[in-house]
Structure formats: C-alpha cells, structure tokens
C-alpha cells in the first residue's frame, strides 16, 4: 500500500490524503447504508475505482496519475480492500491545521479502528438498528452528508451520530471524541445499548 506513496514528492501528501477523503465521502453519500451492507468488497472496490479512474484524469491529481491506476489495477487483481486501503492514505489527525470535514472523516476513522466497524451513513428513519448484530453499529444519522458542510468543507450544521455496543465501547467511543480538539459532542440519547451523540465545533 505504501507503494503510491513512492517518488510522490512531500508537497504532494495533503494531496493525495484529500484524493482518499473525498473518495470515501462520494462512497459514503453516493450509495445508502443498506445497500453498501449488501455489497461484496469486491462491487464496493468497483464504486471506488470508477470514482478514483475519473479523478485520475483531472489536471488536479497529475503529479500521480500513473500512480492512481497502478492502486486501482493492483487493488482490483489482488481483491483487496480498497475502503481500508484508501483510510490508510488519511493524514493523521493534527489540531486546526485540516478543513473540518477532512478532520471529522478522520474521526470517523479512529472511532472505526477502536471498535473495529465500518461507519455507517444513513437518515435517522432508514437506519437499520439489525445491522451488523454481533458486532457494533457506528451510524452518521443524516440523508445527506455534504449538506453539513460549506463550499471550504467547514462544518455549518452539527451532525447527530448513533452507537450500538457494550457500556466498554461506548465508553472508548465517547473518550476518542473527547480529545478531539476540533469536535465536542452532547449526548442526546442512551440507554442498555445505544447512545446517540450530537457533534459540533468546539
């Protein structure tokens, strides 16, 4: 995975991290919760690659064009997971210094590896509370994800968030957001199982 890092000069890393963001948000709002949970990785590697050949041919990310093919040709032969693969690429999460919403995909992603879930999008009428039921369901309670968020990619409205799991993992959910420096949450529900969360700007 490192590999497309390779001869891509360091000027150039905001960049690529922003090429991973913006895939995983057109994954994410694009397509309904229910129905990437009913995809095979290898129809969400599809989705992913369609969006990565497109932006590949943008004057935008020339300086690794080449690269970008070579990830999804490679990705798509080895049927890897190109969602995980494309999180890697995030820069890690660093005070001010990102737009919010690169720094809330970032949140998302810690919150995924600490209870090892996929983030879910989904409107809080559609959300299917069964998901995933031997595991935790991570939920981002909204129909459309962008509409949080201005032209500069700065959070304008507070996004609502739904956790299913033991009292442990809520609880290592809740001390992850705590130390953002960027997000401060309230709780608006909880109960045995779940806990629904508002996000916003400290």
């Given at each position: ?15 690529l ?12 709002t ?5 129905i ?46 190109m969602e ?40 809080p ?6 998901f995933n ?19 500069r ?17 809520k609880?290592a959910?809740?001390r ?7 997000f ?14 508002c996000?916003?700007?400290?």
């Amino acid at each position: 995975m490192r590999s497309i890092h390779t001869n891509i000069k360091p000027e150039f890393e905001p960049l690529l991290s922003e090429l991973a963001i913006h895939a995983l948000l057109h994954l994410r709002t694009n397509h309904s919760a229910k129905i990437l949970a009913r995809k095979s990785r290898l129809e969400v590697n599809d989705i992913l690659s369609a969006w990565l050949n497109r932006a590949g041919n943008s004057k935008k990310y020339k300086p690794f064009k080449k690269k970008i093919r070579s990830l999804v040709t490679h990705a798509r032969s080895q049927r890897l997971d190109m969602e995980s693969m494309l999180g890697n690429l995030l820069s890690p999460l660093n005070g001010d210094e990102l737009p919010h919403l690169d720094s809330f995909l970032l949140l998302i992603n810690m919150l995924e590896k600490e209870v090892s879930t996929t983030a879910l999008v989904s409107s809080p009428e559609s959300v299917d509370l069964a998901f995933n039921p031997k595991s935790c369901l991570l939920c981002v309670l909204s129909p459309d994800l962008n509409a949080h968020f201005d032209s500069r990619n700065r959070l304008v409205q507070d996004i609502s968030m739904l956790f299913r799991g033991s009292r442990g993992e809520k609880h290592a959910i809740l001390r992850i957001i705590y130390t953002s420096s960027i997000f401060e949450h309230k709780v608006e529900y909880e109960d045995d199982d779940f806990i629904r969360i508002c996000l916003s700007l400290k």
